[in-house]
C-alpha cells in the first residue's frame, strides 16, 4: 500500500511539473535563440521593392547622341525588384550573400527621320531585367539586444542585366547605334540603406506571425544604389544602369 501511494505521489509530480517545465523552456526559446531576440531560426531575408529607374543608355555617346531620351523622354519609369537573402552570420550584424532580380519596360515614340523632332507614330518598347549578386551586411546588433527598431545596411556585387527593344509589333528592333536589339550587360553595383522594424507596433502580433509563419522580423526598407551596368569595362556595351532610391518591405524568416 506504501509502496502504491508513493508512486502514485510520483506520478501526479512529474505530471505537475513536466508543463511547467515545457512552458519555462518555451519561454526561454521564445526570448533568445542563438543570441537574437526571435523564436524560430532566422536563415533568410526577402525583399520587394519599387523606385524609379532611367537606364543610362545615353551615357555610352558623351552628349554627342541621346537615342533614349529621343524615343523615351528623360522621365523615370518604375523599377520593381526582389531579393532573398541567406544570412550566414549572427553576431555583431548580420551578415549575409544574396541575388535579386528587377524588372523594368518602357515604351516611346520615335522622333522622324528628317530631324524635325515630331512624332513619328513608330512605338518602340524597351526592357530591361537586371540579376544581382550581392554581399549584405545589416547593423542589427542594437536592434536584437536593445529593440532599436532603425537598422542600417550596405550591399556591393555584381550584376548582368537583360535588355531588350521592339518596335510596335514586338519584333526586336535595332539599339540606335547599328547593334543588335537584345543583349546583355555585366556591371557592379553598391548600395546602402536603411530598415524600420514593424514589431513594436504590435508585438504580440509579430510573434503570432512568427509562430505561424517562421517571419521573424517585418521591415520597411529604403534604399539607394548606384548600378554601373555597362560592360566592367568592355567597350560597345548597352548602358542600362542607373543611380536611384527604391521603397519596400522585407521579411526575415
Known amino acids: 500500500m506504501r509502496r502504491l501511494t508513493l508512486a502514485a505521489l510520483a506520478t501526479l509530480a512529474v ?15 521564445a526570448d533568445i ?24 543608355v545615353d551615357g555610352e555617346f558623351d552628349g554627342a547622341r541621346h537615342p533614349y531620351q529621343d524615343f523615351f523622354g528623360s522621365g523615370n519609369h518604375l523599377m520593381t525588384q ?10 555583431f550584424g548580420t551578415i549575409a550573400v544574396g541575388t535579386g532580380v528587377g ?7 520615335s522622333p522622324v527621320a528628317n530631324g524635325t523632332g515630331l512624332p513619328s507614330g513608330d512605338h518602340s518598347t524597351m526592357k530591361v531585367i537586371p540579376v544581382s549578386f550581392s554581399a549584405v551586411y545589416r547593423f542589427d546588433y542594437f536592434q536584437e539586444r536593445r529593440n532599436i527598431p532603425l537598422v542600417p545596411y550596405g550591399k556591393a556585387g555584381l550584376d548582368w542585366a537583360y535588355w531588350q527593344i521592339t518596335d510596335g509589333n514586338d519584333e526586336i528592333a ?7 536589339g537584345r543583349g546583355g550587360t555585366l556591371g557592379w553595383h553598391a548600395a546602402v540603406g536603411v530598415g524600420l522594424v514593424l514589431d513594436w507596433l504590435d508585438p504580440e502580433a509579430a510573434r503570432d506571425f512568427d509562430n505561424e509563419m517562421g517571419v521573424n522580423h517585418t521591415s520597411l526598407v529604403f534604399q539607394l544604389t548606384h548600378a554601373d551596368i555597362s560592360g566592367l569595362g568592355a567597350s560597345g556595351r548597352m548602358h542600362v544602369g542607373d543611380t536611384n532610391w527604391s521603397l519596400g518591405l522585407m521579411f526575415q524568416f
Open 82 to 91: 526582389i531579393e532573398v537573402d541567406y544570412e550566414i552570420y549572427h553576431r
Open 174 to 180: 535595332t539599339d540606335g547605334h547599328g547593334g543588335t
Open 33 to 56: 535563440v542563438d543570441g537574437h531576440r526571435y523564436r524560430s531560426a532566422q536563415r533568410f531575408a526577402f525583399e520587394l521593392r519599387f523606385g524609379p529607374y532611367r537606364p543610362d
Open 15 to 29: 505530471a505537475t511539473l513536466a508543463p511547467a517545465a515545457r512552458a519555462q523552456t518555451f519561454e526561454t526559446d
Open 103 to 109: 524588372y523594368f519596360s518602357v515604351t516611346g515614340t
